[in-house]
């Protein structure tokens, strides 16, 4: 089955749906150096939509190997799925507790960086190659989807992971669709340390809540 094949016509009201979209946005929300270089290129005004599209791609690629492959690893034993959902539920604890920490200690060092940023032109190639670069060689990128989204979905089984999958998805394209507009309506005004603590807050307790329910799903 396709990785985002819908199995049933509500498929876009289901809690698995719901909790894909909800995770992908919870880890995707945080400042880091793929959202730095989109607002990087934002405020500079060059090929955003671009970078924008190349991000959600890069994204769902990896969501879609997460989900794909270690549903088929999952499969394979009862005590290894417990296992891979036992570390998602640490991996989000853990990132829950740092964004938590940004929260109460705002240091928008990326913020900074992106907007006093050398306004050198960038070509399409360029940005193309930028933006696959801070998507696939970011560690933490492979972490975020291909790993803790792919063993989220475990707890839902078939085909419920499928659904989580594209509700991921569906985050992640929403969340770079808003940063783009964002970006580039509000500009540096976007800075303000202000909203990014607002939205680590948000983060910290959606990234609890979704390690709580997958904790539960163990029992």
């Known amino acids: 089955m396709n990785?985002?094949?819908l199995p049933h016509s509500l498929a876009f009201f289901s809690p698995a749906f719901s909790a894909g979209m909800v995770l992908s946005l919870s880890l995707i929300m945080a400042i880091g150096p793929q959202n730095a270089h989109v607002l990087r290129m934002g405020l500079q005004r060059q090929h955003v939509w671009l970078t924008v599209g190349i991000c959600i791609l890069a994204d769902v690629a990896l969501i879609a190997l997460g989900v794909l492959g270690l549903a088929q690893l999952g499969g394979l034993s009862d005590k290894l799925q417990g296992a891979l959902v036992g570390g998602g539920v640490l991996f989000l604890a853990y990132y829950g507790w740092e964004a938590f920490q940004r929260f109460l200690k705002p240091a928008p060092v990326a913020l900074q960086a992106a907007a006093t940023a050398a306004q050198a032109p960038v070509t399409r190639r360029q940005a193309v190659l930028s933006a696959l670069a801070f998507s696939w060689l970011n560690p933490h990128a492979w972490i975020d989807t291909a790993v803790l989204i792919g063993t989220a979905s475990l707890a839902y089984g078939a085909p419920g992971n499928t659904v989580f999958g594209l509700g991921a998805a569906v985050g992640s394209t929403v969340w770079f669709l808003v940063l783009?507009?964002?970006?580039?309506?509000l500009g540096r005004r976007l800075g303000s340390?202000?909203?990014w603590r607002t939205l680590d807050g948000v983060v910290a307790v959606m990234m609890w809540g979704t390690a709580a329910f997958l904790l539960a799903s163990l029992f």
């Open 3 to 5: 990785a985002f094949a």
């Open 180 to 185: 783009g507009v964002a970006v580039f309506w």
């Open 193 to 195: 340390p202000g909203i």
